[in-house]
């Protein structure tokens, strides 16, 4: 099968083109850097032509609340025109568990737009929710830092690997369309706090994480149970502490 992989230059979407090519498809990385834009239609046409599946796994260079509505309304409402034009059989999307109990957040918000553009079209289409990468746990302690104390709620969170979450999309992108959604997670609950810890920890970093039931996560007030996901979740193998000291000695 022709797969285009919108974001096929990205963190999931690098891994998911591999993996698709190991299993025998001709998997297409479609990216501004290989010339094709979802949000100005640049290269959209020739790069859909023959293909029988479009996994979008972009994300918005800029996450202010505008501008990260206005890229995926644009890119989904172009990619599914596109689709439809090239007669293309399955749309999948990769969005986040939780993502509509989270829209006090305008990232979530366009997230939630895309899903709902995605579930109005005519394409058949798969929408995969995954939980926190572990490659973006990092990027969460930042966030909640001021000076050298971390500010997080105990609320609970179940990440997953990058590698795991691309095995998850592709499986799904080479079976038939769910028309409905999925979601993945890794295997192990944590609290945000306790995970925070014991990545700083892993990392030397001498910052303390404090845990506050009032702190926010990302800008937003957090539910124990906003981050997880329900018992059908299809659950990945690779446990953050397995993930975390190769990715350490990687660095
Ligand atoms: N972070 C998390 O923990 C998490 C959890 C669940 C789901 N997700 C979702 O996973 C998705 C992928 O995340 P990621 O971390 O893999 O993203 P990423 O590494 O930032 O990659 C983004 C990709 O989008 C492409 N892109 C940007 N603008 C584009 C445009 N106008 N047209 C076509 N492609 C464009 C980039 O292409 P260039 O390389 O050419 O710039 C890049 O390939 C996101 O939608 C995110 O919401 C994230």
Redesign the pocket.
Known sequence: MKIVV?????????RLVKKLREHGHEAL??????G?????GEGLREALKGASVVV??????SWEDAAVLK??ET?TRNLLGSEAVAGVGHHV?????GTDRLLESG?FRA?FA?ENLIKASSIPYSIV?????F??VK?IGDFSTAGNKVLLPPALIQ?MA?DD?ASGVGRIAMGSPLNGTVEIAGPERFRLDELIRMDLAARKDPREVITDAHARYYGIQVSENALIPGNAARLSETRFEDWLSPAMSAR
């Open positions: 919108i974001g096929g230059t990205g963190l999931i979407g690098s990385a479609a990216s501004p850097n290989t094709v834009n979802s949000v100005t979008d796994v972009t994300n918005s260079p890229f995926f890119s999307a990769l969005s986040v568990v990232f997230k895309q929710r995954a939980t926190q990468f490659e973006f990027s990440p990058a979450v």
